[in-house]
């Protein structure tokens, strides 16, 4: 609502609200806040490799009426007009933008790239209509197409390029599958080789240490053997030369006994000689009478 009367202003501009009018002292005008649906196309337009086609988008828009500024802006620009007029102006200000932006652009950028085309018709358009006092709420690619089966041959050729990459893709699959397998069955036989020489090398070590080890115990053993037939051999030379010890004492011994009994018999001899009869001086002075006493 806007509200005019003699010697205010500026007008008082109402937002979705209410006012009070005085009949024939003040005016009152209205504009609309409503969210206006356009639809915009743009029919065969060139594009910069010099292809037409023909596009098709959905606007949102609408005069912001929260924006003070901007509602004067909307209110100098469209005050007096239907909603179907204002709806024309902001469709026929974004048709415009499209079809520049279509210009500066390849098919395949477009029918490719649906979002950075919106995005960039959305800016341009913005910064345009927001000197009008309308603010675009969304813009949204509808349809791309051509009269000259463009699009259907650029289709084709994709759905050709798609099909010669799957089967590159498919044979290359293969060809590194056979390289896999390949590379595999490599490293399974060079693995096995490595563990057959790991086996023949820790048999070979085990085999080393285990002679090394029967001969350190053979020399053990035969060192054993040695030290003890040695010490047999001491211990029974040690018995031999105590039994010959033995033997001397004994003959020793012996010898002291005899040389005893000797002299026992020579004092019992002498003194017999001394108390016995007359011959007993025969006896003494018989020649072997000497050979009986030395026994």
Not at 184 to 207: C, L, P
Not at 279 to 291: D, L
Request: aromatic share 6%; charged share 25%.
């Amino acid at each position: 609502l806007v509200l005019s009367c003699f010697g205010r202003s500026p007008p008082l501009m109402i937002a979705g609200g209410r006012v009070f009018v005085l009949p024939c002292i003040q005016q009152i005008q209205r504009i609309t806040l409503n969210t206006l649906t356009l639809n915009v196309k743009s029919d065969k337009v060139y594009t910069r490799h010099g292809v037409p086609i023909s596009v098709t988008g959905i606007a949102q828009v609408k005069i912001q009426g929260q924006n003070k500024e901007m509602l004067a802006t909307a209110c100098q620009m469209f005050m007096g007009k239907s909603e179907g007029e204002i709806a024309n102006i902001a469709l026929e200000t974004l048709e415009g933008h499209q079809r520049a932006i279509i210009a500066h652009l390849t098919v395949e950028e477009i029918y490719q790239d649906r979002k950075k085309f919106s995005e960039q018709v959305f800016k341009v358009a913005s910064s345009d209509l927001v000197n009008m006092g309308i603010g675009v709420v969304s813009y949204t690619l509808k349809d791309v197409h051509d009269d000259q089966d463009y699009l259907h041959s650029l289709g084709k050729a994709r759905t050709a390029q798609v099909q010669k990459d799957a089967r590159i893709g498919e044979a290359q699959y293969k060809r590194d599958a056979v390289i896999r397998e390949a590379h595999a069955m490599q490293e399974k036989v060079s693995a096995q080789y490595k563990n057959e020489i790991e086996m023949a090398k820790a048999q070979r070590d085990y085999e080393l240490k285990k002679a090394a080890y029967d001969v350190e115990v053979n020399t053990k053993k035969a060192e054993s053997e040695m030290a003890y037939q040695l010490q047999v051999a001491k211990t029974k030379q040690r018995i031999e030369e105590e039994k010959m010890q033995v033997k001397v004492v004994e003959r020793s011994q012996q010898i002291l006994l005899q040389e005893q009994e000797i002299t026992r018999r020579e004092m019992e001899l002498e003194a017999t000689v001394k108390k016995g009869p007359w011959w007993t001086c025969c006896w003494r002075s018989c020649p072997w009478s000497v050979h009986f006493s030395d026994l």
